[in-house]
């Protein structure tokens, strides 16, 4: 079943902070994230396996709550590169390797 | 080089017409994916493959079919296209073994008249 992303779209001026939020109906065992630029392929950022994982990479950064079975992406000080649709793919079960992606968030910065 | 390729990477057909997207990874990644891209949908999965000679199911795999007999290669066929499979279509490879990360092909999109 499809993850639920939120909010469809969203945006910012360079600088400003956005959440975008991935929520299922169903327990997961992992949860990915990409961003894909118009026009081109989905590019993976980062996989969050365990409950309550936090990663990053610089400004950006993700969390994983298992319990309620969602996560969070963090764009902390966006900068114009990070503009593109960002896609959350969820796992239901280790080794199924299927990853079945949410319809994406919208993210515009504008300078 | 290695990397996925996909062929065509733009393609118009007609209805009823037989139509196979093609997708070559030289990786050696035991699995590869076939995702469709439509505007409010996200990415969709049509069927997925473990290994050679493996396939299974995804979300909308009706008017698809796919083989794999080589580890390295994965063709999407829709065997008579519709108008509602106008689409991109995205080929992807998974390196499980390391980060997790699915690697994508460029896309083809495919119109169908």
């Known amino acids: 079943q499809q993850p639920v992303q939120s909010p469809q779209a969203v945006i910012l001026r360079e600088g400003e902070d956005a959440v975008i939020n991935c929520s299922s109906s169903k327990a997961l065992y992992s949860v990915h994230w990409y961003r894909q630029k118009h026009g081109e392929a989905p590019v993976f950022l980062m996989i969050?396996?365990?409950?309550?994982e936090q990663k990053g990479h610089e400004k950006i950064s993700a969390s994983f709550n298992e319990k309620k079975q969602q996560s969070s992406l963090y764009l902390t000080a966006s900068q114009l590169s990070y503009s593109g649709t960002y896609f959350c793919?969820?796992?239901?079960?280790?080794?199924?390797?299927?990853?079945?992606f949410g319809q994406g968030t919208r993210l515009t910065i504008n300078p | 080089d290695a990397g996925i390729t996909q062929s065509p990477r733009y393609k118009i057909t007609e209805t009823g017409r037989q139509v196979t997207l093609m997708c070559h990874q030289t990786?050696?990644?035991?699995?590869m994916f076939w995702y469709r891209q439509d505007l409010g949908h996200g990415l969709r999965l049509i069927y997925y493959?473990?290994?050679?000679?493996?396939?299974d199911k995804g979300e909308v795999p009706d008017g698809y079919v796919v083989s794999r007999s080589k580890t390295e290669n994965f063709p999407l066929t829709l065997e008579s296209a519709t108008r509602s499979q106008t689409s991109v279509y995205f080929c992807a490879s998974i390196d499980r073994a390391d980060t997790g990360e699915l690697f994508f092909g460029e896309g083809s999109r495919l119109t169908v008249l």
């Open positions: 990786w050696s990644h035991s699995y």
């Open positions: 969050l396996l365990k409950g309550g």
């Open positions: 493959s473990a290994a050679a000679d493996i396939t």
């Open positions: 793919g969820t796992e239901k079960d280790q080794g199924a390797q299927k990853l079945v």
